[in-house]
T-cell receptor, first 113, second 112 residues
Framework: ETGVTQTPRHLVMGMTNKKSLKCEQHLGHNAMYWYKQSAKKPLELMFVYSLEERVENNSVPSRFSPECPNSSHLFLHLHTLQPEDSALYLC????????????FGSGTRLTVV | SQQGEEDPQALSIQEGENATMNCSYKTSINNLQWYRQNSGRGLVHLILIRSNEREKHSGRLRVTLDTSKKSSSLLITASRAADTASYFCAAAGAWVYQKFYFGSGTKLNVKP
């Protein structure tokens, strides 16, 4: 365990479903991130939160909706996804935005059918 | 794009051999980091090299950085089957705040 926990590990959902991914860290970090990892593509930074405020939305479609209720928890709410959204979604945290390194969770493998 | 780009995309070697992976990036950086990812898992931080450093060692890992060429290399010496994983470089620049740009990774297979 890295200290960043993601649930669920695997998720299969239909295009009309609504689901949420959860990320939790108890490292005392102030910044949290969502990344998308698709096969044979670079990791894509989706969202950045610092002290529960979103500081970056990297041109992500509105069918992905992040929520950061406190500095330890980060959610990614999903609705009306497309098959091309199938990917590994990784959460990471860092001490703050002027980070030196990330701590990643193990990811949620999402399949949209 | 300001991504780190790794080369080669895939590398297969025998246990005990050295593995060298390269990374290129496109803009000025504060530091460059290497991460490892076992299949389908999260990334694990391996080593960080600052922009004013040229070489850094950590155990069997050796990282070099050439800011004039905007490139870095990761050398794993005396490789083991357990080193089989994907390796990513992350170029960390300074904009409003520091951000990482990852490449697509080098997939290393170490055969026992």
């Amino acid at each position: 365990e890295t200290g960043v926990t993601q649930t669920p590990r695997h998720l299969v959902m239909g295009m009309t479903n609504k689901k949420s991914l959860k990320c939790e860290q108890h490292l005392g970090h102030n910044a949290m991130y969502w990344y998308k990892q698709s096969a044979k593509k670079p990791l894509e930074l989706m969202f950045v939160y610092s002290l529960e405020e979103r500081v970056e939305n990297n041109s992500v479609p509105s069918r992905f909706s992040p929520e950061c209720p406190n500095s330890s928890h980060l959610f990614l709410h999903l609705h009306t996804l497309q098959p091309e959204d199938s990917a590994l979604y990784l959460c990471a945290s860092s001490q703050d935005l002027d980070l030196w390194s990330y701590t990643f969770g193990s990811g949620t493998r999402l399949t949209v059918v | 794009s300001q991504q780190g780009e790794e080369d080669p995309q895939a590398l297969s070697i025998q246990e005990g051999e050295n593995a060298t992976m390269n990374c290129s990036y496109k803009t000025s950086i504060n530091n460059l980091q290497w991460y490892r990812q076992n299949s389908g898992r999260g990334l694990v931080h391996l080593i960080l090299i600052r922009s004013n450093e040229r070489e850094k060692h950590s155990g069997r890992l050796r990282v070099t950085l050439d800011t004039s060429k905007k490139s870095s290399s990761l050398l794993i010496t005396a490789s083991r089957a357990a080193d089989t994983a994907s390796y990513f470089c992350a170029a960390a620049g300074a904009w409003v705040y520091q951000k990482f740009y990852f490449g697509s990774g080098t997939k290393l297979n170490v055969k026992p």
